[in-house]
């Protein structure tokens, strides 16, 4: 997913909302991944990202500001989005969301550099969570079984993977980094090729929200296509 520098300044018109659910919000929702907070008039998912839904309630974020505050913000609804732009915010982020895709990737690849080697997620791949990929699942049994990855090997070391970051029945979420100093190799579009590949043969369907318009073009090359686009928020205290 990146670091946070990397991301591209929100500067759109509009609201920010995100209308549809992700998977990683869905997952939450299922007791996967993180906590869901209730409220009267809504809630908040608390998990890779702050989901805020339904209606902000003054009182609960008084008694619990560590769910807002220093978390990457989400807004769900406009009376969220309302209420967030009014508070002194750090930074506002901008993401964009693709539609889920279950086909091998339409991009013509050329050979990767002399020195680099491409790999499935191999148990000794796996076991080393390169990134941190693999690390929402139970053990590699369940990684193999249920999700997907590849990596890009230089002098024995992974310097690029992709992998799902989550499994939800039959839909992932995917995950790409490259090592800062092997970037601008096309590494990353070799790992993201192979790793649809063994999701649309495992009948996975591949969950892309793209960080920058890096990440965005990139997915888009793959077969990608956007659908919406919103902000992250990252609020200081006091």
Known sequence: MGTQREFEIWNKSGSG?????????????EGKLGTVNSYPDGCIYNTVFTYLCGKPDEKFIEEHPDLIYESRLVCMSDEWAEYVRQLPAKFILRREVMAPLCAESSKKLGDLPEGYSISPFTREIFEEHPFDHGRNYKDYEDFDKTG???????????????????????????DVFTDPEHR?????DHCVYEMLRQSYSKKLTVHWDA????????????????????????????
């Open 17 to 29: 909302v995100l209308r549809e659910a992700p998977l990683i919000f869905n997952a939450c929702g």
């Open 148 to 174: 997907a990855g590849a990596a890009v090997l230089f002098e024995g070391r992974v310097v690029s993977a992709c992998s799902s970051f989550i499994t939800l029945g039959d839909q992932v979420e995917l």
């Open 184 to 188: 601008q190799k096309g590494l990353a």
């Open 211 to 238: 960080q920058n318009v890096m990440s965005s073009e990139m997915a888009k090359s793959h077969g990608f296509v956007p659908v919406a686009e919103y902000a992250v928020y990252w609020l200081e205290r006091g």
